[in-house]
């Protein structure tokens, strides 16, 4: 199979399961919204080696914010609920109760299973904390120099898949940066799904397990062109250089609806191959098969939700 001239690699990804959370952050205006998802973002790259594999869903218009204001839907992935609180907790106490302006909203009201949020960060009030009802949903008031720090009591949880991928193989560095931009570009536009990494983006493909037995994971060496000739390759011969699109999603259509968008933005001249990262079915339960999705996304990527981050 062929999207022009680039082949497209009779091959799958592999995803998992993963829990995830779902917070609105408004803030005064666009410059303290940026300083807020800088923040509450950084570090959320890999569950590897982070407390959650975090980043923006997509921006939300001031009519579709709850207080009118500029803001923005966040996605949080953990392996469990436990887990994607804490990150939660912490990421909201640190990052964005310290930036001014802000404010942070529950994006699942509805779901069922609920993690601690502002009723963990409460108690930074010391004792001046209120608590208010809004539409039967809680929130705490807690008082900073700038006014106060509005925040939901509590963040709903709900089934996520994670790990969905491709890899871009380009004749040229250049040529795998601007097809890898493009990419996440398409995908950025699709609802409930994130690209987590630096960009969206990762240099580091990685395999399961090492040689190094305190390592859970480690560089994909078949995808190395500097490895080419001493390991097993899986770079087209025309391919000087890879890098990996990982896309965690709400579920399985919102994963492969994303991935086909990307691939599908990614093709170009100066790139000969795009295949996926799998470790042979033994990772994850979601394989995600790229000429199969091709078959089903053939028409050109959806214009963007307008609908409620919730």
Known sequence: ??????????????????????????????????????????????????????????????????????????????????????????????CLLTCPTTAVFDG???????????????????????????????????????????????????????????????RTLEAALESARRAVEAIAALPAVITPFPGGVVRSGSKVGSRYAALRGSTNEAFCPGLSGRVATSLHPDAACGLEIVIDGADEAAVGAAMAAGIHAAAGRDVPAISAGNYGGKLGKFHFHLRGLLGIHQSAPPAPSTAPAD
């Open 1 to 94: 199979m062929f999207i022009g001239s680039t082949q497209i690699v009779d091959t799958f990804a592999e995803a998992f399961r993963l829990r995830f959370a779902r917070l609105v952050v408004t803030a005064h205006d666009d410059h303290w919204l940026e300083a807020a998802i800088r923040a509450a973002c950084g570090y959320g790259t890999s569950v590897i080696g982070c407390d959650a594999e975090v980043g923006v869903e997509r921006r939300l218009g001031m009519g579709e914010t709850p207080d009118g204001r500029p803001g923005v839907a966040l996605m949080a992935f953990a392996f469990s609920a436990e887990a994607v609180g804490k990150a939660l907790a912490n990421r909201t106490s640190q």
């Open 108 to 170: 699942l009201p509805s779901a069922t299973e609920r993690v601690p949020l502002g009723g963990h960060v409460r108690f930074f009030g010391d004792g001046f904390e209120k608590t208010k009802m809004f539409d039967d949903r809680r929130f705490w008031r807690v008082p900073v120099m700038d006014g106060e720090f509005l925040v939901e009591e509590s963040a709903g949880v709900a089934p996520g898949v994670g790990g969905g991928n491709f890899i871009v193989q380009a």
